[in-house]
């Protein structure tokens, strides 16, 4: 990625030397340094949050539509509580057996693939896509990565050279190759997209060892259809020896109201499942379900043990998730939720020239801004947009390779009225 | 590591096949499949802990001097509330600023030496290290790496390619040199034994980038003295131009009782410090406090951003340990229950034969088991002194290249009573 198009997908971060006016701000920047990321011009000070809602220390609040960690809504009563029970009572690892940390992963197992019986516990989608990678290298004895071209998986050194999207210079190592995102038009060439990189691949002397997506592309732009193009690319290198890692910390967990996986909209079964961010509504932690023999043949050259992985406090807090999923129909609801969001912004693109492309699934979209005139992407009027939803009290953020595509990732739980609220403030910016 | 070595130190682990009769344990192995490391031959089912006990399914109770990551005391009061308080209210990332994460960073800042004065807070210890090894490749544009022969730094790929103990078969890169392990005798050798290292890396084509250690050389068998030692091999590497990242995960937040850091009692200021296990008293977090120039040289390259690192619970979480061990005069007591444990294993060293070397200091100390006649290391005896504690109701482990020292590494909170329950055990054990 050029240090251009970086620029851009940063446009709603904030810029240390633009605004220390705020000592909170340059608290915040003399504490973090370079590492400091803050969203907006003006950084926002949060002390509360609850359901979709976020509050700030000036009393206003925010409609949360980009956070996709909160999940089932922020400070879920029943997450909460499963955490206070078990942190009181035992926290301890995985050196000894204990009864929630194995009942919650046959809870996850049952929304699982049969083939993928083993389930290590990690405490970021970062640890389980770098374990996932050598397991695949460790199954296959080869080292080939594909990726989409502004992909991210992580920011340990082995996922950071799989995640595109955070390379600021240079970065590309020999044994990885990027693929187009599947837009709906190149989408169906999927299979073709991915034979070309393995074809690369071994022009540099690597067999593939996987392809890492995550099926809604998010950091990509967010590409969802059509159901099924996915099928094409796992095939291909499947018949070349190599695996298919579902990368679920974007779509999983009923995102996409279709599935409670990103690749079973794809009709895909993965060869190792890979999830984090909304796994514990919070509570830090990830995983990899991977097949026994492929886990097992990684295990023969290296020990891996998690310290804080499978934690039964972090065990508790995963039930509850899926729990609440199911008791509140989340699931059911970030269909029809994102389906009136979907219809909503497909009204408005009619009458407004910059809307361009709406896609995603469920509670998960991309909406692509454009200039009027030559329907080219407009990454200054989508940070106008975003900063302008941050006036009108509602958090979304950017993605895509120009950073001209709107990222809009509610809480599962949003209701009718908080979906109207969002159409009507974005209603507002857009025409403003 | 040879395979040999590697199953000696497991010899405390649970070896599948062995006992399936369990069905919690056998529930467990189909769970993680291979990634399944269970302590003892017949793995314990935990339901409860609290200060320094544990409590099993059956009823019995175990006094934990093993675990160092409840440090505090398992399920403490204090850390407790302040973690269900928090997660009630607000949980989220650092792209917004929250109070309490600045006010967290301050307070491990007013423990740190100055000039590490920007904090990345991570979720793992893992993550810690992997990013600090980065950061001194960053900022010294050079790539060998020089650890101990038993170290362990980490489970991602890069930390696992500078943890020996964590390789079955190979696994040294060309850019790693692995050092000694510290002994009595060879300690104040360490700068000659850097000095070596480096000219074995500029040999093989790789200038220093960091001298990697933890300054208790856990997984080596426990090195903590002559205090001061460190400081010739941090020279060395620094003339190199290289830097010194103190791995802490093991001896930080007061484990040692002469010191708040394991280098402090070095006398040395490191050029990194990361940090983990304890620091959150098994909520899960982790971070790596460096030079803003180093972490900046850095950030040219590559972005950075951690999900769950620095959000507002763990913040919380790691306050409460920072206050409790200052209320509770945390450091004090493991000087003074460490030297009342070392003192008692000493006397019992005069009357028992097997018992060799007793090192450490404050609560972490290794105890090398050898056989009476030749003074060799004793693994086996080693095994039949954990599992022999075990029946006693007393949890240990082992450490070291030959898998014969004995890891003794209580909550700081131990008591005198518990001392001499340890204490108590022991010579039955040792005497049986």
């Not at 934690?311 to 999923?325: D, E």
Request: charged share 20%; aromatic share 6%.
């Amino acid at each position: 990625m050029s240090e251009e198009t970086r620029q851009i997908l940063d446009m709603n971060a904030f810029r240390p030397g633009v605004t220390q006016a705020d000592p909170a701000v340059a608290r915040r920047l003399r504490n973090l340094g370079a590492a400091s990321v803050l969203f907006y011009r003006e950084p926002i000070e949060m002390v509360a949050a609850r359901g979709a809602w976020m509050e700030a220390k000036d009393g206003r609040r925010y409609l949360d539509c980009y956070n996709n960690v909160p999940s089932v809504g922020h400070s879920h009563p029943q997450v909460v509580a499963a955490v206070c029970d078990q942190i009181g009572r035992l926290n301890t690892n995985t050196r000894y057996v204990v009864e929630v940390v194995d009942t919650y992963i046959d809870a996850l197992k049952a929304k699982l693939p049969e083939s993928l019986e083993n389930v290590v516990l990690t405490c970021s989608g970062s640890e389980a896509n770098d374990l996932a990678l050598r397991v695949a290298r460790a199954a296959t004895r080869a080292r080939g990565v594909i990726v989409t071209e502004t992909a991210y998986h992580g920011n340990t050194e082995l996922t950071t050279q799989v995640s595109p999207s955070a390379w600021k210079r240079g970065g590309k190592p020999d044994w990885v190759e990027c693929i187009p995102a599947p837009t709906p038009k190149t989408a169906r060439n999927f299979g073709e997209s991915v034979a070309r990189a393995m074809a690369a691949l071994q022009a540099r002397g690597h067999r593939v060892a996987a392809l890492l997506a995550d099926s809604i592309f998010s950091s990509d732009g967010v590409y969802a259809d059509p159901q099924g193009f996915l099928d094409a690319g796992v095939e291909a290198v499947r018949l070349a020896g190599g695996l298919f890692i579902a990368d679920e910390v974007q779509p999983g967990f009923a995102r996409t109201g279709s599935a409670f996986w990103g690749f079973a909209r794809h009709g895909v079964v993965p060869d190792m499942v890979t999830m984090g961010k909304p796994m514990g509504n919070g509570f830090p932690m990830a995983g990899l379900a991977a097949r026994p023999e492929h886990l097992a043949m990684f295990c023969r050259d290296v020990g891996y043990f998690n310290t804080f992985g499978g934690n039964p406090v972090a065990a508790a807090a995963g039930l509850a998730v899926l729990r609440v999923i199911a008791d509140e129909g989340l699931e059911e609801n970030a269909a029809w939720a994102g389906g009136r969001l979907k219809s909503g912004l497909g009204r408005l693109a009619k009458e407004t020239g910059c809307l361009g492309e709406i896609r995603g699934a469920g509670l998960f979209l991309g909406v692509d801004i454009r200039k009027a005139e030559s329907g080219r992407p407009d990454p200054d009027r989508t940070s106008g947009i975003i900063n302008g939803l941050r006036d009108e009290g509602v958090l979304i953020g950017a993605a895509g390779k120009h950073g001209a595509t709107l990222k809009i990732r509610p809480p599962l739980c949003l209701s009718a009225e908080e979906v109207d609220h969002f159409l009507g403030a974005f209603e507002r910016v857009v025409a403003g």
